[in-house]
Structures are given as C-alpha cells and as structure tokens.
C-alpha cells in the first residue's frame, strides 16, 4: 500500500487525507483486501459493488457486506474517516487523549467517543504478546485506584459493601531492558499470581530482576534472579527496577492526568493502550497507526459488555 499511494506522516496529513470519503474507502479495502473484496460468508471474491450505500454484494450467496464487517468498526454508524482519525490520535499521544477531546474534535458524543476508544484498545492487543520476554526482564507490581476519602460517600460505601474492604487494583509488569513490556492486573499480590504472570511471559531461565517482595522468591528459582534491596540503596550495578518504575510513572500519569478516572473492570484495556505505545516507542506516527490498523480484523466488542460490568476483574 506505502508504495502505491503517499500516507499520512502527521495527524494534519491524516485529517486532509481521510477527509474524503472515497479516499477512506479505497485505503480500508486495500488494507483489509489486498486482493479485493472477500465476502465474509462463503469467501468469495466474486462480487458487485452497489455505490449509493458502499456496500459489495457477492454474487453466489447475494450477502451483502460492508468494509466494516468483521472488524472493530462493524455495527457502527460513525463513518471511517472519524474511526481512522480517532486511531491516529489515541496511538500517538504519550500521555493519552481523553474521549471528551475526542468527542470535541471528531464531533460525536462522548459517549460515542467513549466506546470508539475502547474498541481501538481492543486492536492495540498486538499479537507480539506472543513472543516471551528474554535476557534482562525487571518485574515490579504496582497498585492503581482512586484514593476513599476522595471518593462520594454512596459510591464509597457501594465498594465498602461489596468488596469488605477499600482497595487498589494490583498490577504486575514485565519490562525487558531495551526491550517491550508486558502487564497484567491480578486479584491481589500473592506469590501464587505473581509467579503465574512471570512464567506466562517471561522465558525461563532468563536474568529476573525483582525487589525483595516475597512472592518473586519461588518463581525466581526458575530464572537467575537477581534481587535489590530498596531499602539499602535504588541501584547495585546492572541490578535496579528503575526501567519499570519509569513505565509505571509514565502509565500513572495518563490514567491520573488525562484519564482521570479508570473503572477497575476496564483497567486492563488502557494498559493495553499504554503498552501498545511503549512498546513501539522507536517507530514513527505512521509506522505505529499502521500497525495498530492491521490488528482491527476478527476483534469486535459490544456496548452492553463494556458497562455490563463493574467487578475487580
């Protein structure tokens, strides 16, 4: 596609670029259908393109489909220059980007915004997850969550009531060095968790490097653990956590500055987000749009499961 027709390289080039319906259209299908359009119930490529509505209709099982079935944009009526503008902005802003900001300069709602960028989260889960963390990884835990005196007393006492007692979501990170990371948020920061995340991502055998919690001491027999003691100095040579606590300063001041508020149901979602940036910190705005616009396929969330929940996940 890069070699066909000039993209996009600043969201001012994006905005003009996808400002055409037809020019939307026409990079959508190239994307998605390299070798034209594929009806999505018998795989076809035999078809007939019906112009008033843009919709293709095969001519062996005469379903009718649209560039957005199959894909974070199906069942929604905002139209594909909003979705691919949207996208640009949420994977190329450091510190995130709001849905209100969204919403005021896409012109939607912000509700609308609001479910736009959790579907967009949905793409950003990239398929390197694949691929284990190796050689020198640093794991820390961290823990996310408004604080209860800051919180409504009937919303306070809601948590009170169902949780027992007030606390903070638990999440674990895997960072390797010059490298990706990997996040996951767990019930609370038992060893037993810990050490399932560890194995889950991290290739054994690997230089794991920890604080001196507790619960990295069974799983840190299956690597070359290596342990610094915060509470005698921050750094001892190459052994220190500081490349994932600079990550968790990074994720917390989105979630605080820009995000404001994070349902502990959704948490997951937007440490998607934040690793999706991290992780392709050395490409340029292009390159990570790009990226993020080849996971966009096969994924698909709906509104009522996005709100049907508001449990610890």
Not at 9 to 21: G, R, S, V, W
Not at 73 to 98: H, T, Y
Not at 200 to 206: R, T
Not at 216 to 231: D, F
């Amino acid at each position: 596609m890069k070699d066909q027709v000039k993209l996009p390289t600043t969201l001012q080039e994006a905005i003009k670029y996808f400002a055409d319906p037809q020019a939307c259209l026409d990079f959508t299908v190239a994307l998605r259908w390299p070798q034209g359009p594929v009806c999505p119930r018998c795989n076809s490529l035999e078809h007939r393109f019906l112009k008033t509505r843009s919709v293709w209709e095969c001519k062996r099982c005469k379903k009718q489909y649209s560039v957005k079935v199959g894909t974070i944009f199906e069942d929604s009526a905002v139209k594909l220059d909003k979705w691919l503008c949207a996208i640009w902005m949420i994977v190329n802003a450091k510190n995130g980007v709001s849905s209100y900001e969204i919403a005021r300069s896409l012109g939607v709602t912000q509700k609308t915004a609001w479910f736009m960028m959790h579907r967009i989260r949905l793409a950003l889960q990239h398929g390197s997850i694949d691929r284990k963390l190796m050689g020198e990884v640093e794991v820390d835990e961290t823990y996310i969550g408004g604080k209860a005196r800051n919180m409504h007393h009937d919303k306070r006492a809601k948590l009170m009531q169902n949780e027992g007692a007030f606390r903070k979501a638990v999440v674990v990170g895997m960072l390797e060095r010059k490298g990706e990371v990997r996040t996951a948020v767990l019930r609370t920061a038992s060893e037993k968790l810990l050490g399932k995340s560890v194995r889950e991502h991290v290739v054994p055998g690997s230089h794991l490097i920890t604080d001196e919690a507790a619960g990295y001491t069974k799983v840190g027999r299956e690597y070359a653990h290596k342990v610094i003691n915060h509470a005698e100095t921050y750094v001892k040579g190459t052994v220190h956590t500081n490349s994932i606590e600079n990550y968790w300063s990074l994720l917390k001041r989105g979630i605080k500055g820009t995000y404001i508020s994070v349902e502990p149901f959704h948490l997951f979602r937007y440490l998607d987000e934040q690793s999706f940036r991290f992780n392709t910190r050395k490409d340029n705005d292009q390159g990570r749009f790009m990226l993020a616009l080849s996971s966009i396929t096969g994924r698909r969330v709906q509104y009522r499961e996005l709100i049907g929940r508001t449990t610890w996940h």
